[in-house]
């Protein structure tokens, strides 16, 4: 038992290092000015792990007696019931802060200066993250722990990788475009495995859809806005609310 929460405790010290190396490393390699824009933007995109993290609580311990019973229609089952319900919330926040996060230098002040790239890049690499966390849940509890542990360490490193190739070119644009990119292989890596060992697929393509729908409904609002009136806190609390 102690082994396996070792094991266990040195993934979560890894996860926890994959959500700070891009700031330490942006902070290494550029401005103040970019660390700080960039910090919160991150900071803001990470508020769509909310309820998908809420509602995952209880996954690892069901999975765990699901695997020892060797119920696998209950794990997949387990496994949609959370994806139908974290792609709702999830996607309503991703639509929301995709789009206008690059209006929040009205909220935090005009010394800040948000692209829309930056935005719909770490809306969609946290995204990714909070939506296929629970697959790391599953290799945990069905006794392969260090293979989760083998996965987030490549990611950590690919991520290292990624970030000092990228930020001296691209700087804030480099890091979110390197955490999008880990958060999206880590969990294709975790995903084919667990469907490997399961023999089913609990990936739907309707979960596709709310991400996609949110998104698009969130740039009516925006463009919408955009004809009524000139840039403005006021305006942006509208489009909000509309998207709502």
């Known amino acids: 038992v102690l082994s396996e929460s070792l094991w266990m405790a040195l993934s979560l010290l890894i996860y926890q290092a994959i959500r700070l190396v891009d700031i330490l490393i942006l902070a290494a390699l550029t401005s103040t000015q970019i660390v700080g824009e960039y910090t919160a933007m991150s900071t803001v995109a990470q508020l769509i792990q909310i309820y998908p ?8 311990p069901r999975i765990a007696l699901f695997y020892k ?12 019931a959370y994806l139908r319900r974290a792609t709702l919330l999830g996607g309503y926040l991703f639509g ?5 996060g690059a209006d929040l230098d009205l909220v935090f002040g005009q010394s ?12 969609f690499g946290w995204y990714v993250s909070a939506i296929l966390a629970p697959f790391g849940y599953v290799l945990s509890m069905t006794g ?20 000092l190739a990228l930020i001296p070119a691209f700087q804030a ?3 979110a475009l390197s955490v999008a990119v880990v958060f999206v292989t880590v969990n294709a890596v975790r995903c084919a495995t667990v469907i490997r060992f399961l ?3 609990p990936l739907e393509l309707a979960d596709l859809l709310p ?9 009516l609002c925006r463009e919408t806005g955009a004809l009524l009136a000139a840039r403005h806190l006021w305006l942006l609390i509208l489009e909000c609310a509309a998207y709502t």
Do not use: K, M
């Open 211 to 219: 991400p996609a729908g949110f998104l698009i409904v969130a740039l």
């Open 173 to 175: 644009i480099g890091a």
């Open 69 to 80: 019973r060797q119920d696998i229609a209950a794990i997949v089952a387990e496994l949609r």
């Open 53 to 60: 993290l809420a509602i995952s609580q209880t996954l690892g």
């Open 199 to 201: 023999h089913r697929n």
């Open 144 to 163: 392969r722990h260090r293979l989760e542990l083998v996965i987030l360490s490549a990611g950590a490193a690919l991520l290292v990788g990624c970030l």
């Open 112 to 123: 800040f200066s948000f692209s829309w790239p930056l935005a719909l890049l770490l809306a």
């Open 96 to 100: 929301g802060i995709a789009v206008f």
